[in-house]
């Protein structure tokens, strides 16, 4: 297909040859240079092609290359943990539902209860390359140490060459998490460490049951994207499909700067990370019956509670 600067307008003006010889004339009679004066720059033309393939083979081989690797994870500290499941009250009280545009949706009334041993079952089923799974990360440790605890938790940071590169995050790869509330079983099935295949390395494969949630509900008309993750089933009574939240709200963080922006209800990463850990633990309490009650009726949990998405 012919370029714009190239291909012929309505009248043809553009057409090769039209009206050459007179065009010729008209420019010796200006004194433009014919064909014998150009011979003089030659040399420089020359010199000057050379240097326009060089810089066209450099940005090839810059644009080719393959992005830095995103660090593998590392345990998490203490102080970064602390400082997001220790965020005020009164700063949740304050964010409520905060930046959340995509929240839990709840699966209609006769869908059957989700559980383990008796108690309400939370499947998370994410990957470390994943910037939307980095950004909900946040959230889901912070509500669920509502609940209960965590230990081997650990940090790494999404891919560095897929959208919002390099999210600071958790890991639930490895962890453990205790609740006299409900079961919480994360799945990362894949690392942020590229293999020889150009994918990503493995980490944990779903069990048949993870298989059939995300058949059955990672698609329409429970998710707007078929397969998306994160995908995460509350005890069968809510479905998360993708980030609650904008990852933009994190860029050019690092995990520190994340974890002390969540106590300023004003900021971008409370509003998203705060927003949404509210209204998951309110999700969270309709699974586990409004239990425990401190958690269930706080101000923040309430305020939330609204935005839950309708079945």
Known sequence: MPSKTNAPNRRGTNRPGAKGGRAARRR???????????????PWLAVGMVLVVVAVFVIAKVASSPPAPAKAATPAPADVVKSVTAVPASVLAAVGAGSVDNPPKALPAGAAPLTSAGQPLVVYMGAEYCPYCAAERWAMVQALSRFGSFSGLGTTESSAGDVYPSTPTFTF????????YLVF?????QSNQADPSGGYKT???????????????????????????????IGGRFIQSGASYDPGALQGLTLRQVAAQLSDPSSKAAQGVDGTANVLAAAICRATGGKPEAVCSSRAVTKAAAALGAG
Do not use: K, M, N, Q
């Open 173 to 180: 790869h490895g962890s453990t998490y205790r609740s006299p």
């Open 28 to 42: 010796a009679a200006r004194g433009a240079p014919t064909r014998s004066s150009l011979g003089r720059f030659g």
């Open 185 to 189: 079983t994360p799945v990362e099935t």
């Open 203 to 233: 980490l944990e494969t779903p069990t048949a049951l993870e298989s059939r949630l995300i058949s059955t509900f990672d698609r329409s008309p429970y998710a707007s994207t078929a397969g998306a993750i994160p995908f995460i089933d």
